[in-house]
């Protein structure tokens, strides 16, 4: 209880103005603007000018010092692994500064602004999106598979959680337990899970969370993987099922990968770009394991709420997706990955 | 009637006072005020669905005694953990999916899955 106590009252951060972002580039700021963000984390638009006066278009992102969440990775070794992929020629925001404590902004970095659309409901439906959703498939499994050869040694240093894959399912397993909440279907999945889990050692560095919601998309195709916050460690089939969550298809359930695409199509392009053979009932098990992660993230979030840490309607309501998530399980367990 | 006012009527009230001041709003309290007609409307299709009842039936069923709701997901969710249950018990499956589908139908009947296992 101790800890939930302390949680009670978050850090806030500064808000960050022209003036204190030119501070942190050293160059001049023109605007910035507020993108999202609430009191502990925030994203910005920055128009900055490059020394030959030209548009130096930039994202900042911060967040209160000591506010990343348990398990996840500290900002400025979020920018740099970003860096390390963007290196590696994968398709990711460069990043151009990592945020000192003396810039005053907390924890972060600012990055380069890409085009493109970042909400899927938008590039799953309209019109102009139709050549992107018809190359996406090839392009997501070309990522990870490059991603996936990236060996764990380039990583070296950074704070990269890791487990085994039996290790990540008892550290879910409490996490779940810890809110008190008793749901006969995730206590069964959890089960299902424990039955078919291989114990594998991390052998790859895995995205973690890479899903429609965090590409960023033109008419042409995929400009940036973003939301690089949960990398870590893992089974490389954990980056395969997790885009295949039924959570990420935004309706539509026809096309399972992240709903643009079929899973014969992904698994022979990831092959075919090197990723390594693809194990089908792994990939499905990681499905039923990423549907149920969903569910204990909207856990967390209604916990939010129902604890006091942050109390919003929006957080209560979201406590209620896990009908969602359950109705998903439930289907999967019934009738497979279909 | 046992009230003039039922509770659905205050529902539909503060769901009608939120779509009045939602035009005054911006941002993020706009977005606040939709989700609040969102969670009104859960309200609503709770208090004529009764969801509750038709899980502590099926969990009833299932765990072959009688309790409160409470009590039967506990139950089962120990017996789940301890192993004595699973996805092969008789019927399990079948009524945690229907469990789940009538969850769903109270918060949100339009979800795609919802939506696949109507047909």
Redesign the interface.
Same mark, same amino acid.
């Given at each position: 209880m101790a800890a939930e106590q302390t949680e009670l009252t978050l850090a806030t951060i500064a808000d960050a103005t022209p003036a204190t972002v030119a501070d942190v580039l050293g160059a001049p700021v023109t605007r910035v603007e507020a993108l999202s963000g609430g009191a502990s984390s925030a994203t910005y638009a920055v128009d900055a000018v490059r020394g030959d006066g030209t548009l130096w278009p930039l994202i900042l992102q911060c967040a209160a010092t000591g506010s990343v969440a348990e398990g996840g990775l500290p900002r400025a070794d979020q920018a740099r692994l970003q860096q390390i992929a963007f290196a590696a020629g994968l398709p990711v925001a460069e990043v151009v500064r990592v945020l000192a404590p003396a810039d005053g902004l907390g924890e972060g970095f600012v990055m380069a602004r890409l085009p493109g659309e970042a909400l899927a409901s938008r590039w799953l439906k309209l019109p102009d999106y139709a050549p992107a959703r018809a190359a996406l498939t090839g392009q997501c499994a070309a990522v990870l598979a490059k991603l996936h050869q990236l060996p764990m040694a380039a990583a070296a240093g950074l704070a990269l959680p890791a487990g085994s894959t039996v290790e990540l399912l008892d550290r879910m397993f409490a996490n779940y337990r810890r809110f008190g909440v $008793? %749901?006969?279907?995730f206590? !069964?999945a959890?089960? #299902?899970l424990r &039955?078919r889990v291989t114990d594998r050692p991390a052998s790859h560095i895995v995205h973690g969370d890479f899903r429609s919601g965090n590409f960023l998309v033109t008419p042409a195709g995929l400009t940036a993987v973003l939301d690089w916050e949960l990398a870590h460690l893992g089974d490389s089939h954990e980056d395969l099922g997790w885009l295949c969550c039924?959570s990420w +298809?935004f309706?539509? #359930?026809q096309n399972p990968v992240g709903g643009f695409g079929q899973r014969d199509e992904l698994y022979a392009a990831y092959e075919a770009a090197g990723g390594g053979p693809v194990d089908r009932d792994r990939a499905a098990l990681w499905e039923v394991w990423g549907t149920l992660k969903w569910g204990m993230a909207c856990l967390q979030l209604g916990d939010d709420h129902v604890s006091g840490r942050l109390r %919003?309607? $929006?957080r =209560? =309501?979201i406590g +209620? +997706?896990v %009908? &969602?998530v359950? !109705?998903? !399980?439930?289907?999967m !367990?019934?009738f497979g990955s279909v | 009637m046992a009230e003039q006012i039922e509770a659905v009527t205050l529902i539909e009230a503060v769901a009608g006072f939120l779509a009045d001041v939602q035009g005054q709003l911006s941002g993020r309290q706009a977005f606040h005020a939709k989700v609040a007609q969102n969670a009104l409307a859960i309200v609503a299709r709770e208090l004529a669905q009764a969801p509750q009842a038709t899980e502590r039936s099926l969990l009833a069923g299932l765990m072959g005694q009688d309790g409160d709701l409470d009590a039967l997901r506990a139950g089962l969710c120990a017996d789940l953990r301890a192993g004595t249950k699973g996805a092969k018990t008789d019927g399990l499956i079948d009524a945690l999916l229907a469990a789940a589908l009538t969850k769903c139908a109270v918060d949100n009947p339009r979800y795609a899955t919802f939506q696949r296992l109507q047909t």
């Open positions: $008793e %749901s006969p279907v206590d !069964l959890f089960a #299902w &039955e039924n +298809r309706g539509v #359930w %919003s309607v $929006e =209560a =309501a +209620r +997706r %009908s &969602e359950e !109705l998903d !399980l439930m289907h !367990l019934k | -």
